[in-house]
């Protein structure tokens, strides 16, 4: 844990103003989900990305999503080779411990659609074999907003494949005021160090799915599950698999407070990233709103 915490602290030397949406994605990490960050251009979405990978000590790829990208772009390509009379896979960037999707929502859904199965089963599928993905596998997406020139939406099914949707927002005023007159945050990362490695990440990961859940934070988990399929506020409401994604959240975000067992305020802490974009409102209104308003009234068995 002490890695974990100096890896937190380190991050937050290059994401400045910003511990709530780094703890998250954290938590997104030790949980074994996959993240998306959904905000305007320009705010650190990729800083973040290439910055938890370097702390971690993780492998990183990148791929800038566009509106010509091709699945093969991304999982790789069977080139058939003349000297053994076989076919040879060529790997694509999916080959990778961290991806970072940049812009997923610039390329068209069948682009999109390439990596369901990687985020699902950690493996991909290329002229019917199967190939399994390093571990532990963790994709970073950044979208922009949807009413922005060039954008495709991001079906539901993509959506849930993802543990937490956060937003970074401008930073606070101070924060921005060291941004400008610090180092470039580039020449900031390339001084990072690997504080972790991926087994050490992987243990941790097996000791948060590890952590059980009690009768009484399960019937807690429920009542919230309920409250979104009652009142008509949502047009559907919660499934099962995003309780179960509630949970895995819960997890992460305990054992990053350094706790072995789960409390409702971890539930509290994860709720809207988790839930969220797994949701429409049915009148309109706003969906973190109206969660939060669900939040405050469901009370703690």
Not at 87 to 99: A, I, K
């Amino acid at each position: 844990m002490q890695s974990l915490s100096l890896a937190y602290r380190q991050l937050n030397t290059l994401i400045l103003g910003k511990p709530q949406a780094i703890r998250l994605a954290f938590a997104c990490l030790i949980a074994g989900g996959h993240l998306l960050i959904d905000d305007v251009p320009g705010v650190g979405k990729t800083t973040l990305a290439h910055g938890l990978a370097a702390v971690m000590g993780l492998d990183y790829r990148r791929v800038q999503f566009t509106s010509d990208l091709l699945p093969a772009d991304i999982l790789g390509v069977s080139i058939y080779q003349r000297d053994s009379g076989r076919f040879e896979l060529h790997q694509g960037p999916v080959f990778t411990q961290v991806l970072l999707a940049d812009e997923i929502n610039r390329a068209s859904p069948k682009v999109q659609s390439a990596l369901l199965e990687a985020m699902e089963e950690r493996q991909v599928s290329i002229d019917g074999a199967t190939h399994a993905l390093p571990s532990p596998f963790f994709v970073i997406a950044t979208q922009n907003p949807g009413e922005q020139l060039g954008t495709f939406p991001l079906p539901e099914s993509q959506l849930d494949r993802f543990l937490m949707r956060i937003s970074l927002g401008y930073p606070p005023r101070e924060a921005e005021r060291a941004l400008l007159m610090g180092e470039d945050r580039r020449a900031l990362l390339q001084r990072f160090r690997p504080v972790m490695g991926a087994e050490e990440l992987s243990a941790l990961q097996r000791r948060a799915a590890a952590l059980p859940v009690t009768p009484a934070l399960a019937d807690y988990l429920l009542a919230l599950l309920d409250a979104t399929r009652q009142g008509g506020l949502f047009s559907t409401g919660l499934s099962p698999r995003a309780g179960q994604a509630l949970a895995a959240a819960a997890r992460g975000w305990a054992l990053l407070s350094g706790r072995d067992h789960l409390l409702p305020e971890d539930v509290k802490a994860v709720f809207l990233p988790v839930a969220a974009h797994r949701l429409q409102a049915a009148s309109g209104m706003d969906v973190e709103r109206e969660l939060g308003r669900l939040l405050a009234n469901v009370a703690i068995p």
